[in-house]
């Protein structure tokens, strides 16, 4: 694919979302990085009826460190996984009281240090919350890269990579929104919306036609 192609689809994509926000709600950075290590192999929709529930009771690491595990399982246990991410959370809780005054650090680096926080999330909390260029490659980016042509990859972070390097420098701070909310709406994974998608004529997925 080649960079004006690239360009036209971005630009569609700014034209219809101007400005695209992450699904999961949140208030905080703190309430961010939560749900998003809340959110792994689950859906937005399940995190967000747990955290609705979550932080009006506790919402920083303090409140939730004194929730416990037990304590906190209440709240999640609807979400996949929610064993071994209330016990994630609540280590992530201490480290951030005992190492960074209780705030959200601003690099990869320090976020990645944080049990249940990956590269993945840490790029959602960096590009979402503190508004740093940073590309989150999901299932959704990952599948949307690889069958539309616009950085494919053998992994996410190969695909990660190659959309920092390629997506044209103006449409790179929202691109991992617009790229996931496709993935998630448009180009779905059984069976890709080819023909409502405005995208469709800049596309190279060669089976679009039969789908």
Request: net charge positive; with cysteine.
């Amino acid at each position: 694919m080649n960079k004006d192609k690239r360009t036209e689809i971005f630009a569609r994509l700014r034209d219809n979302n101007p400005n695209p926000e992450t699904e999961l709600e949140y208030s905080s950075p703190f309430e961010l990085v939560v749900a998003v290590a809340l959110s792994a192999q689950a859906t937005d929709v399940s995190v967000n009826k747990a955290t609705r529930k979550l932080f009006p009771v506790a919402n920083t690491p303090e409140s939730i460190y004194a929730l416990g595990e037990e304590g906190l399982k209440e709240y999640i246990k609807t979400i996949g996984l929610f064993n071994s991410k209330a016990k994630n959370v609540i280590k992530m809780c201490k480290i951030l009281m005992d190492k960074h005054n209780s705030v959200v650090p601003q690099t990869r680096e320090e976020l990645e240090e944080l049990p249940g926080v990956g590269r993945k999330t840490a790029n959602v909390v960096l590009n979402t919350a503190f508004k740093q260029i940073a590309m989150a490659v999901d299932t959704h980016i990952f599948r949307v890269s690889n069958r539309t042509k616009i950085a494919p990859g053998k992994d996410v972070l190969e695909v990660e990579k190659r959309l920092m390097r390629l997506v044209p420098q103006e449409f790179l701070m929202d691109a991992h929104h617009w790229l996931i909310l496709h993935g998630r709406y448009v180009c779905t994974a059984r069976k890709p919306k080819c023909g409502s998608c405005l995208i469709e004529d800049l596309c190279e997925y060669k089976q679009k036609e039969i789908d």
